[in-house]
Nanobody, 119 residues
Framework: QVQTVESGGGLVQPGGSLRLSCTFQSSIFRMYTMAWYRQPPGEQRELVATISGSGSENYADSVKDRFIISRDNAKKMVYLQMNSLKFEDTAVYFC?????????????WGQGTQVTVSS
């Protein structure tokens, strides 16, 4: 059964960079809008970034100009390049997907990958 699988998390110093990866092995990957969410410790889950099948990007204000979401449709991969990391970026990061051409919520929750920003 198709699912999202996140990887690439780890420990990084403030100001550092990290790239997260996500696989979503749908035969119609191009038809899905992909998203990254995160859940800081003790806080609500929040939407970080989205990218449509055609490559249109959207970002939360808190990560705009620091994070870049991208996708490789041939590899069925989505990435989140995180730069200039701050303590506030510490969270479990989740990848998700929804059909771009249907009324659909993000429902393909994976296990997430932990990102810890600490000196």
């Amino acid at each position: 059964q198709v699912q999202t699988v996140e990887s690439g998390g780890g420990l990084v110093q403030p100001g550092g960079s990290l790239r997260l990866s996500c696989t979503f092995q749908s035969s119609i990957f191009r038809m899905y809008t992909m998203a990254w969410y995160r859940q800081p410790p003790g806080e609500q889950r929040e939407l970080v970034a989205t990218i449509s099948g055609s490559g249109s990007e959207n970002y939360a204000d808190s990560v705009k100009d620091r994070f870049i979401i991208s996708r490789d449709n041939a590899k069925k991969m989505v990435y989140l390049q995180m730069n200039s990391l701050k303590f506030e970026d510490t969270a479990v990061y989740f990848c998700n997907a929804r059909r771009s051409d249907l009324r659909q919520e993000y429902s393909y929750w994976g296990q997430g990958t932990q990102v810890t920003v600490s000196s």
